[in-house]
């Protein structure tokens, strides 16, 4: 089993003064804990130098990401934030097609495709999510639902780009319900999703690429998701807000690895 990927999406949460102790907090829990698991923290846009200030310290152990960018290079978009201000930011990953995106903010699959293809010039790895309704599931479209998604936003690319990227699978249901996947519903769309792959990429790239869970993820049922064969770790929402928490996740991963 290949080692875990755990990214922290705080949303639209924390004033600076508390995204200071939390990062602050992360940073001295992770600090000499000699973990295989990634950690990637994306804090909101405005505490990314802050975060990367940590990032950048000795002793870290996390990268950092965002939670959106621009489908557009630069101009007249005001308001919005460029891949390439992110990338001079020091920024590495950035979370794109959230289902909060696509809900509140019409992001669309080539929306999400314009923006993989900003963050791919600029070398940030895009964490593209994909997810159904709870409608959806309960009328059995799940699997179509999510192969339409990943290929309208994703297999415009050729191979040596599409080795950069996180898919994360979030069922819509689960995103800060309580209500998590089971393993078994999680492990079987992850299948899903890399046979996808596969058939398009081949083998090599299929294997190599993170899929994580998001969706209720929390330090009680972390070790069994993570421990699914295509469950390469969590895309984490409330439970990356506390920091021991989102430790206790990251400490799941590795496990899973150990033990598997
Ligand atoms: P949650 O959110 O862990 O709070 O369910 C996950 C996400 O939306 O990325």
Same mark, same amino acid.
């Given at each position: 089993?290949?080692?875990?990927?755990?990214?922290?999406?705080?949303?639209?949460? @924390?004033?600076?003064?508390?995204?200071?102790?939390?990062? &602050?907090?992360?940073?001295?829990?992770?600090?000499?804990?000699?973990?295989?698991?990634?950690?990637?923290?994306?804090?909101?846009?405005?505490?990314?130098?802050?975060?990367? #200030?940590?990032?950048?310290?000795?002793?870290?152990?996390?990268?950092?990401?965002?939670?959106?960018?621009?489908?557009?290079?630069?101009?007249?978009?005001?308001?919005?934030?460029?891949?390439?201000?992110?990338?001079?930011?020091?920024?590495?990953?950035?979370?794109?097609?959230?289902?909060?995106?696509?809900?509140?903010?019409?992001?669309?699959?080539? $929306?999400?495709?314009? @923006?993989? #293809?900003?963050?791919?010039?600029?070398?940030?790895?895009?964490?593209?999510?994909?997810?159904?309704?709870?409608?959806?599931?309960?009328?059995?479209?799940?699997?179509?639902?999510?192969? @339409?998604?990943?290929?309208?936003?994703?297999?415009?690319?050729?191979?040596?780009?599409?080795?950069?990227?996180?898919?994360?699978?979030?069922?819509?249901?689960?995103?800060? $319900?309580?209500?998590?996947? $089971?393993?078994?519903?999680?492990?079987?769309?992850?299948?899903?999703?890399?046979?996808?792959?596969?058939?398009?990429?081949?083998?090599?790239?299929?294997?190599?690429?993170?899929?994580?869970?998001? &969706?209720?993820?929390?330090?009680?049922?972390?070790?069994?998701?993570?421990?699914?064969?295509?469950?390469?770790?969590?895309?984490?929402? &409330?439970?990356?807000?506390?920091?021991?928490?989102?430790?206790?996740?990251?400490?799941?991963?590795? $496990?899973?690895?150990?033990?598997?």
């Amino acid at each position: 089993m290949k080692e875990k990927l755990v990214i922290g999406n705080w949303k639209m949460n @924390k004033t600076f003064e508390q995204a200071d102790d939390l990062i &602050g907090d992360i940073f001295d829990l992770l600090k000499g804990f000699h973990k295989t698991t990634e950690v990637v923290i994306c804090p909101p846009s405005l505490y990314l130098e802050l975060a990367t #200030d940590y990032a950048d310290a000795e002793d870290s152990n996390f990268r950092i990401g965002a939670q959106n960018c621009s489908e557009y290079k630069n101009g007249a978009y005001t308001g919005e934030i460029s891949a390439e201000m992110l990338s001079e930011m020091e920024v590495e990953f950035c979370i794109v097609g959230h289902s909060e995106r696509r809900k509140y903010f019409g992001e669309t699959d080539e $929306t999400v495709a314009k @923006k993989v #293809d900003r963050l791919i010039e600029q070398n940030i790895i895009p964490v593209v999510c994909c997810g159904e309704q709870l409608e959806e599931r309960k009328a059995g479209k799940h699997f179509e639902i999510v192969e @339409k998604q990943v290929k309208e936003s994703l297999f415009h690319l050729p191979a040596n780009h599409f080795e950069h990227v996180v898919i994360a699978y979030e069922p819509v249901w689960a995103i800060g $319900t309580g209500e998590t996947a $089971t393993p078994a519903q999680a492990e079987e769309m992850h299948a899903f999703i890399r046979s996808l792959v596969e058939k398009q990429y081949g083998a090599d790239v299929a294997y190599n690429l993170y899929i994580l869970y998001g &969706g209720s993820c929390n330090p009680k049922n972390a070790l069994e998701l993570f421990s699914q064969q295509d469950v390469d770790g969590g895309l984490i929402g &409330g439970a990356s807000l506390t920091a021991s928490d989102f430790v206790a996740i990251v400490e799941a991963g590795d $496990t899973a690895v150990k033990d598997n």
